[in-house]
């Protein structure tokens, strides 16, 4: 759990929330030059660095550890999931999971933060039924797997999630807090919304500025190894441009569409 507390640190979760950590089950490999920072041992949801895995075997044990941990000690306001742990957190939010497969009355967490994820081929769920908690989404603009990372997003509801990029790789550290001043607004403004009374509604949002490292949950934690990888930093600048006036677009959009909504309303109210 060393990694991960730095990782919410950096991110400030800690201001707001009473975290708890679990471990993902299967012990893994360490990621490349993280040992000489962390002492391990390493731990995954799916060791796919093992040979003659069988990874679906292992995503599904994780599936039971997860629901076993939150019967115990949940519900849980939220929770956050950092590469692999955003899949499992992804796929798990999926009432098909938490519902059908365990019998839950209702989700164990009611928002969740994901950041930098990845999943390979392990996901077991649709797109079809959107997932309907409000999620917020931190990709790293260098991150290898920056297309896995932003294809989660299909599985979330758009008018409840809000997603940012950092300019950084497969990471979020300890620091974030001070680069990335944006995302940190966006993700306080996003709390605000979601511990509040107020009904929850975002247009999908998408913010390219910084770069990061993580993995938690508030009152519930997924601790897997983190991956560090030297990206290139540089920036691309219209890339950027591009991006933010696509996410202002979206965003203009949604507008238009409550605001038709309303004038309907007010047209029924008459």
Not at 24 to 48: K, M, N
Not at 129 to 152: A, V
Request: charged residues 20%.
């Amino acid at each position: 759990n060393e990694v991960t507390s730095y990782q919410i640190e950096g991110l400030k979760l800690t201001n707001r929330f009473n975290c708890v950590f679990i471990h993902a089950p299967h012990a893994t490999a360490c990621a490349v030059g993280l040992d000489e920072r962390i002492t391990g041992p390493f731990y995954s949801w799916a060791d796919i660095y093992k040979a003659g895995v069988d990874l679906e075997a292992q995503w599904h044990t994780s599936f039971d550890v997860i629901a076993k941990f939150c019967a115990d000690n949940g519900p849980f306001d939220g929770v956050y999931g950092f590469s692999q742990g955003a899949a499992i957190v992804t796929n798990f939010s999926h009432p098909s999971i938490w519902k059908d497969r365990f019998k839950m009355e209702k989700c164990p967490w009611n928002f969740a933060i994901l950041a930098c994820g990845s999943y390979g081929s392990l996901m077991t769920i649709g797109t079809e039924t959107p997932i309907s908690l409000p999620s917020f989404h931190i990709l790293g603009r260098d991150d290898i797997f920056y297309d896995q990372s932003k294809d989660l997003f299909t599985y979330w509801d758009s008018f409840h999630k809000v997603t940012s990029t950092h300019a950084r790789g497969h990471e979020i550290d300890m620091f974030i807090w001070t680069r990335e001043k944006l995302i940190m607004m966006m993700l306080d403004n996003f709390l605000t919304k979601v511990l509040s009374s107020t009904p929850f509604q975002f247009g999908e949002h998408a913010i390219t500025t910084g770069r990061s490292n993580a993995e938690n949950m508030h009152r519930i934690n997924l601790d897997q190894y983190i991956e560090l990888n030297g990206m290139n930093q540089s920036d691309d600048l219209e890339t950027n441009i591009r991006m933010q006036l696509e996410s202002l677009d979206k965003a203009c959009e949604h507008i238009q569409f409550e605001r038709l909504k309303l004038q309907k309303a007010l047209l029924g109210v008459k």
